[in-house]
């Protein structure tokens, strides 16, 4: 049995509440009833993982180019289908993120590998089944205490959940999550020796992902304070978001969904140059971050 498999679930969003599934509110789910997110088409849905127990599989990919880095997810996917990012670290495995689906197929390969130390998750959207997981792992979970309001379930005696404060925060020595702002107050990235994971804290573009001889002005990434309703950030909070990740060197950034991973000496150099593409784009040209470097 897993524990919280009987509490409620957006079937949107993937979000778990303290309430039972048996006994369902008759209003929206907090975090999908909000203007970065949307209530679909077909109206608000509810679930559990055991209503969903045996309808997915969860699945695993050890990266290609760095094999002690491992992609999670779960097809079909539940909730927004996010991938989590297992780290194993000198210091114990890290959790980046975190998907909403849970299985004892899952349990068994992570407690393989020596289970977790800590899991760190990017922003409200991904706390999905933390409680749970942490329950199972015996893990403490850190999420960025700005964005404390959107927690929908009470920690249990048996977890810890711990608010970050400050802007960068080593969870183990070398893995560092920084707050970067921006999609929410709290959005956060890790870094980890030349790893950037971003989530959708800066988003993956379409044109990032082939690198050859492509054109000035090809942009890799997106800066958005919602993703689906297409509504861009700031030139200001874009600014402060570069800011935050300048003293950082990295080579690699690894996005929101499998395969949305971008290994190139440069890619540092591209976040800068998209950003100011998309300032550029949104009419601000003169705005201080298009001088620096």
Same mark, same amino acid.
């Given at each position: 049995?897993?524990?919280?498999?009987?509490?409620?679930?957006?079937?949107?969003?993937?979000t778990?509440f303290?309430?039972?599934?048996?006994?369902?509110?008759?209003?929206?789910?907090?975090?999908?009833d909000d203007?970065?997110?949307?209530?679909?088409?077909?109206?608000?849905?509810?679930?559990?993982?055991?209503?969903?127990?045996?309808k997915?599989?969860?699945?695993?990919k050890?990266?290609?180019?760095?094999?002690?880095?491992?992609?999670?997810?779960?097809?079909?996917?539940?909730?927004?289908?996010?991938?989590?990012?297992?780290?194993?670290?000198?210091?114990?495995?890290?959790?980046?993120?975190?998907?909403?689906y849970?299985?004892?197929?899952?349990?068994?390969?992570?407690?393989?590998?020596?289970?977790?130390?800590?899991?760190?998750?990017?922003?409200?959207?991904?706390?999905?089944?933390?409680?749970?997981?942490?329950?199972t792992?015996?893990?403490?979970?850190?999420?960025?205490s700005?964005?404390?309001?959107?927690?929908?379930?009470?920690?249990?005696?048996?977890?810890?959940?711990?608010?970050?404060?400050?802007?960068?925060?080593?969870?183990?020595?070398g893995?560092?999550a920084?707050k970067? *702002?921006?999609?929410?107050?709290?959005?956060?990235?890790?870094?980890?020796?030349?790893?950037?994971?971003?989530a959708?804290?800066?988003?993956?573009?379409?044109?990032?992902?082939?690198?050859?001889?492509?054109?000035?002005?090809?942009?890799?990434?997106?800066?958005?304070?919602?993703i689906?309703?297409?509504?861009?950030?700031?030139?200001?909070?874009?600014?402060?978001?570069?800011?935050?990740?300048?003293?950082?060197?990295?080579?690699?950034?690894? *996005?929101?969904?499998?395969?949305w991973?971008?290994?190139?000496?440069?890619?540092?150099?591209?976040?800068?140059?998209?950003?100011?593409?998309?300032?550029?784009?949104?009419?601000?040209?003169?705005?201080?971050?298009?001088?620096?470097?």
């Amino acid at each position: 049995m897993i524990e919280g498999e009987d509490l409620l679930l957006c079937s949107t969003c993937g979000t778990q509440f303290d309430t039972p599934a048996s006994n369902p509110p008759s209003g929206y789910c907090r975090i999908c009833d909000d203007p970065r997110q949307y209530i679909p088409v077909t109206g608000q849905s509810w679930t559990s993982l055991k209503a969903e127990a045996g309808k997915h599989e969860t699945k695993w990919k050890q990266d290609e180019h760095d094999p002690r880095i491992w992609s999670i997810w779960a097809e079909p996917k539940l909730g927004i289908g996010q991938r989590a990012l297992l780290l194993q670290t000198p210091h114990g495995n890290i959790l980046w993120d975190c998907i909403a689906y849970l299985d004892q197929p899952l349990i068994d390969f992570i407690n393989s590998l020596g289970g977790l130390e800590a899991m760190v998750i990017s922003h409200p959207h991904f706390y999905t089944t933390h409680i749970s997981w942490s329950a199972t792992f015996s893990c403490p979970v850190y999420v960025h205490s700005l964005d404390q309001q959107w927690l929908s379930r009470t920690p249990l005696p048996s977890t810890k959940r711990v608010l970050l404060k400050k802007q960068y925060e080593e969870i183990v020595p070398g893995v560092t999550a920084i707050k970067v *702002g921006g999609h929410f107050e709290g959005s956060m990235v890790l870094h980890w020796d030349g790893h950037l994971f971003i989530a959708d804290t800066f988003v993956n573009v379409p044109s990032g992902f082939y690198r050859k001889d492509r054109p000035k002005g090809t942009t890799s990434f997106s800066f958005m304070w919602s993703i689906p309703n297409m509504i861009p950030l700031s030139p200001d909070t874009i600014h402060d978001m570069w800011k935050a990740v300048k003293p950082y060197d990295f080579t690699v950034t690894h *996005g929101l969904f499998q395969g949305w991973t971008i290994i190139d000496e440069n890619v540092k150099q591209s976040v800068l140059e998209s950003m100011k593409i998309q300032v550029r784009n949104q009419g601000f040209a003169e705005h201080a971050l298009l001088h620096e470097e």
